[in-house]
């Protein structure tokens, strides 16, 4: 493993002088995982940069263990590799660091992040979406993140994925430009669009022609709130129900309509509105007015915090904003 270690200092060397980078790393073991992380961490420690290790913490303790008197230099958030959290705080979060990296040292953040989507398929489609935006969202930022994606445990679908979601690959000990790299939008754009199986089943609450923002909020309080056994879950749930629903009468154009459906398991609520309609696919992935939030611009952003899926459906004409969240 020595050797391939030593290689990878020499890789960590040459590539990323402007400090900016977006590289997937595809391992399918331990060493492999700490030949790729370890020249790249000591890499960020010698140029000053914030060296930061956004993974499970099992794979912390193995790069931690190579690094040995080193790793007390390194910080750890697995938030970041969306452990814990979704993506709107995953955004936030690093954002933050890249603030707080902005005073220290060489002001540059390095993260080492491991992928960990989840088991389901549906949370595969929201981490390379997550993965894509970055590129998008994150380019002018003084920042340079290693994604690693450990075969062993991830499915065919999210390791497809790597190519087309980082411009840069390590590969057999070389950094090498991804040939199949594409641009971020078109290929969130692209991804599938699965229904979410309750949808099979007639909704528990339809509004074909909402007569106000007001009644619709009504409506959509008493059907979360009947269906909802924890307090706060249903506040949020229903707050950012709420804010989807303003943004369909604001923005877009009667009617407006809405279906919930429910189960055991898991909550739907798809909001439609008749309006000019739009194809960001990462709306909300931050408040669309910066940080300011009196500006407003918050409605899918806080949709993305408090529910754990959102997908913007095209229609012809209008929108359908479809939310869904796991009932904990």
Request: proline fraction near 6%.
């Amino acid at each position: 493993m020595s050797e391939a270690v030593d290689a990878g200092r020499e890789l960590a060397a040459a590539c990323d002088p402007a400090g900016r980078s977006h590289t997937g790393l595809v391992a399918g073991s331990d060493d492999e995982i700490v030949a790729g992380a370890v020249p790249y961490v000591e890499e960020g420690l010698g140029a000053g940069d914030t060296v930061l290790l956004c993974c499970p913490p099992e794979t912390v303790a193995l790069i931690t263990a190579a690094l040995g008197e080193r790793a007390s230099a390194v910080e750890s958030d697995a938030r970041i590799c969306l452990l814990g959290t979704r993506v709107a705080d995953a955004m936030a979060v690093t954002r933050e660091w890249v603030r707080r990296a902005a005073g220290t040292g060489s002001g540059r953040l390095r993260i080492v992040g491991q992928v960990q989507f989840g088991a389901a398929a549906r949370n595969w489609r929201e981490g390379l979406r997550y993965e894509a935006a970055a590129n998008r969202l994150l380019a002018d930022e003084p920042l340079s993140a290693l994604c690693l994606f450990d075969r062993r445990v991830l499915p065919a679908e999210v390791l497809a994925g790597v190519g087309a979601t980082h411009p840069q690959l390590l590969s057999g000990g070389r950094h090498v430009p991804s040939g199949s790299f594409r641009d971020p939008r078109e290929f969130a754009l692209r991804l599938p669009l699965p229904r979410e199986p309750i949808e099979g089943a007639g909704p528990v609450f339809t509004a074909t022609d909402a007569p106000s923002l007001a009644e619709l909020r009504g409506d959509l309080r008493r059907v979360i709130r009947a269906r909802v056994t924890d307090p706060d879950l249903d506040e949020d749930l229903h707050f950012a129900a709420s804010e989807v629903a303003s943004n369909a009468f604001r923005h877009g154009a009667r009617p407006v309509s809405a279906r919930v459906w429910v189960d055991a398991d898991r909550l739907v609520c798809a909001i439609s509105d008749s309006g000019p309609g739009f194809d960001d696919p990462f709306a909300g992935f931050r408040p669309a007015h910066g940080d300011d939030l009196a500006l407003g611009g918050m409605g899918l952003w806080l949709a993305r915090k408090l529910w754990d899926h959102v997908d913007v459906l095209p229609l012809e004409p209008g929108v359908t904003v479809r939310l869904s969240t796991r009932l904990r």
